[in-house]
């Protein structure tokens, strides 16, 4: 990059900065999804609990409670919170590397006395 002028450089680092950024909000939307299906799953499993104590051995209320939450069962938002979780530790571990070089190049850049 030693042969690019400093303004040159200066935008190149700041296109990175805001793609970066961009990254960052992707991965919070993520961790917010993630939020929403723990707290789904959690009160699926109140409901669940709670009419498995008070029916005799019929889970209808519990299907129609279920589908008005979400099209999909609790294993199914189960399933899709495990995954999500997974991408956003992965995320996390390249965001902290990303981190790492955009403070490196931002460091490059002569400061505007």
């Not at 008005?68 to 999500?84: G, K, N, P």
């Amino acid at each position: 990059m030693t042969h690019l002028s400093q303004p040159l450089l200066k935008k190149a680092i700041l296109a990175k900065e805001a793609h970066w950024e961009y990254q960052r909000l992707s991965l919070l939307a993520t961790a917010w999804k993630i939020e929403e299906l723990k707290r789904q799953l959690s009160l699926m499993e109140g409901f669940e609990k709670e009419k498995k104590e008070s029916l005799d051995g019929t889970s209808q209320d519990l299907e129609l409670f279920e589908s008005l939450l979400s099209l999909d069962t609790s294993a199914e938002v189960h399933a899709e919170r495990e995954q999500l979780l997974c991408i956003y530790n992965d995320d996390i571990l390249k965001f902290s590397t990303i981190d790492d070089h955009l403070n490196h190049l931002v460091h490059q850049l002569p400061s505007e006395d």
